[in-house]
């Protein structure tokens, strides 16, 4: 199973979706510091939200296999740029969650998800678990391991390297 790093902003949905995943009943914990468990890297939204910690996110991101950025549809602005993909050093994933709010605006949040290099959206709402079986199965497969040959080699082709091997 690829272990998944969540970065958003505060209320964003990081922790329940924690919850979702282990198919545990959603209880509230303001998460106060980044919490690594087996299968997911949880951090604080006030780390996303700030300029000087926004960057040490990016360390957190080494521990894991694929980054997910959390935005719930119903935010009003974005903190992801599209530089995003120039220092996080993993695939990128996003995932929009309170599908169902009444101010939800999907397709913005989507377009703010391509814009940040996002290779997959997911939609879940982690109350009523939908959406949360697509991303648990995308999760279950294993990334293709690497030689270190392998590795350099797509390294010195500027490929990253999860990217499909090709001949130039
Ligand atoms: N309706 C709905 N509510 C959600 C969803 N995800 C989270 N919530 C609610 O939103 C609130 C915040 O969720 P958290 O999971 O604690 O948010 P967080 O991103 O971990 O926030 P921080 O720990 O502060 O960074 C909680 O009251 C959740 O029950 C969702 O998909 N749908
Ligand atoms: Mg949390």
């Known amino acids: 199973m690829k272990k998944l790093f969540l970065m958003g902003r505060s209320e964003a949905g990081k922790t329940s979706l924690t919850q979702a995943l282990k198919g545990e009943t959603l209880h509230y914990v303001k998460t106060q510091y980044t919490n690594t468990a087996a299968d997911t890297i949880d951090s604080p939204g006030e780390y996303a939200e ?66 940040a290099g996002c290779e997959r959206i997911f ?27 392998e590795a350099l080699s797509l390294q010195s082709k500027g490929l990253n390297e999860w990217d499909p091997p090709v001949s130039i």
Request: hydrophobic share 45%; proline share 5%.
């Open 50 to 115: 700030s300029k000087h910690f926004g960057v040490g996110l990016a360390c957190f991101s080494f521990e894991a296999d694929v980054v997910g950025i959390v935005q719930a549809a119903d935010e009003p602005f974005n903190l992801f740029g599209s530089g995003l993909r120039s220092f996080i050093l993993r695939p990128i994933i996003g995932i929009i969650t309170k599908i169902h709010s009444p101010y939800a605006n999907v397709p913005m949040v989507k377009q703010w998800m391509l814009n």
């Open 123 to 149: 939609l879940v709402d982690n109350v009523t678990r939908e959406g949360i079986d697509e991303l648990m199965e995308y999760l279950l497969e294993d990334l293709p391991s690497l030689s270190m040959e």
